[in-house]
């Protein structure tokens, strides 16, 4: 990365508006600015438009949107800032937090009604942190088909997105004002490109290594789960144009991905009434704080593998993601009748697991401050009902976060089970890349893993384990 003067002999091409990133902020950076009439280019180094946001459940919290009223939810920006503001611990900057919370619901509205998104409230169980139901998604609660339909939005207002140009250099006439940019193609030529304004989408810099270790020491062996392509290059050009930084260090972890799947799995399925246990069978904190808190405390658990538990009416909700029907579809599920049966699949002491499930009391807040409020089936966990468990091999994640940004979330813990649900334990937990589905068979443990456990990362399931010394970073 670099920031000089212009080319003598001009550009070869000049433009109004330049988006470096086509994935979903660049995409909708882009529809902005034509929709002020300005001429726009997106440049693109992938093949294809993808980034984080093809990895991820593509939702978005927005508050007061018309999908929030239509469905009865009474919310508001400042509501929604307060939530980021509890968050984060006071932490985030208010300024950047109340222009986000401001803007976001407009965003959304603005995409159903001149774009014919088809935004709806995730409207089944809460994500911690949040007072209000306010994630929005598109109906398969993919980010792959959120990227596909700004793709496909952008290309039909006849914008330009050129991909397989990677930018590697900006220019300026007076060491602050950028005038244009040079960009690299697969055959090794390279462009120069004008521009009367510049936006730079290109996310974070969890993938370079050097710049983790700089910024984020303590985590920098842990698995990266995010874009390749995020290699810190607006951090790299606003530090040589002289522009501050601020909250470098921060990341989001996430303490329910499949490895080695490498399949994200929703957070719902811990916030619907699931709970965490370690290879002792034991619970060791309190799983309605979040998914990025889960991370490090799963890691600090013996051999870093947790197993999440929960039952089918949990999985029901959870279905609803394309990735826990990818973790379904891969065999990465295991299940069992009775709760000494699942404990015997996973390796676990049966009578460690039933004990922690009986310390379980519906209404009452427990010795880590979780009270599931809605009755358990406690004949069902002592192997009187319809019982199943489900145990997937996993890793935890860590994301890291743009400066100024503050995780999400916040909400009232959910019933563990209900009726005569069945039980379900998903594996270690991380997130990532999509996979090819897979023969249902006993998998090799991985590196870090005691040979014979399960692998993974879990956002999904009923019980997920996190490889030791593994966390990753999205």
Request: a neutral charge; glycine letters at 14%.
């Amino acid at each position: 990365m670099s920031v000089g003067p212009p080319p003598r002999n001009g550009f070869d091409l000049d433009v109004e508006t330049l988006v470096i990133g086509a994935g979903a902020a660049g995409l909708v950076a882009a529809l902005a600015a034509h929709g002020t009439g300005q001429d726009v280019l997106v440049l693109e180094a992938d093949a294809l438009p993808s980034g984080s946001t093809a990895l991820s459940a593509g939702l978005i919290p927005a508050p007061g949107t018309r999908a929030q009223k239509d469905a009865g939810i009474d919310d508001t920006p400042a509501l929604f800032a307060a939530d980021i503001m509890a968050k984060a611990k006071g932490e985030n900057d208010p300024a950047i937090v109340e222009v986000l919370a401001a803007g976001a619901g407009p965003a959304i509205d603005w995409l159903t009604d001149r774009y014919g998104l088809p935004f709806s409230i995730v409207n089944d169980f809460d994500y911690p942190g949040h007072a209000r139901r306010r994630m929005h998604g598109l109906p398969s609660r993919a980010g792959r088909e959120l990227i596909d339909r700004l793709r496909a939005t952008v290309e039909a207002q006849d914008i330009p997105i050129v991909t397989e140009r990677r930018v590697e250099s900006l220019f300026t006439d007076d060491g602050k004002t950028v005038s244009g940019v040079q960009a690299h193609r697969p055959d090794g030529g390279v462009e120069t490109i004008g521009c009367k304004r510049l936006i730079l989408a290109c996310n974070g810099f969890g993938g370079t290594k050097d710049l983790v270790r700089e910024y984020m020491p303590s985590i920098a062996d842990a698995l990266y789960f995010g874009h390749p392509g995020n290699r810190g290059d607006a951090v790299r050009w606003g530090t040589a144009l002289g522009s501050a930084t601020a909250h470098l260090g921060a990341y989001q972890g996430h303490g329910n991905v499949a490895h080695p799947h490498g399949i994200l799995i929703t957070w719902a399925v811990i916030a619907e009434g699931g709970v965490q246990v370690n290879l002792e069978g034991h619970r060791f904190w309190n799983e309605s704080q979040g998914y990025s808190e889960a991370a490090q405390v799963v890691l600090s658990q013996p051999e870093g593998i947790a197993f999440a538990i929960f039952d089918r009416r949990i999985a029901g909700i959870a279905r609803q993601f394309v990735d826990f029907q990818q973790t379904e579809a891969q065999g990465a599920i295991r299940t069992a009748d009775t709760l000494a049966e699942l404990a015997g699949k996973l390796s676990l002491p049966a009578a460690a697991l039933d004990n922690t499930i009986k310390a379980i009391v519906p209404g009452e807040t427990d010795a880590f401050g979780r009270c599931f409020d809605t009755p358990a089936v406690a004949a069902l966990l002592r192997g009187q009902g319809d019982g199943r468990a489900v145990s997937h091999p996993g890793r935890a994640a860590l994301r890291h976060k743009r400066a100024g940004a503050g995780p999400f979330g916040h909400s009232p813990a959910q019933p563990l089970c209900s009726g005569r649900g069945r039980l379900r334990c998903l594996g270690p937990g991380g997130r990532g890349l999509s996979v090819g589905q897979r023969p249902a068979q006993r998998r090799r443990a991985g590196p870090h893993c005691r040979r014979g456990r399960p692998n993974v990362a879990g956002n999904i399931g009923m019980a997920f384990a996190l490889c030791p010394r593994t966390g990753a970073m999205t």
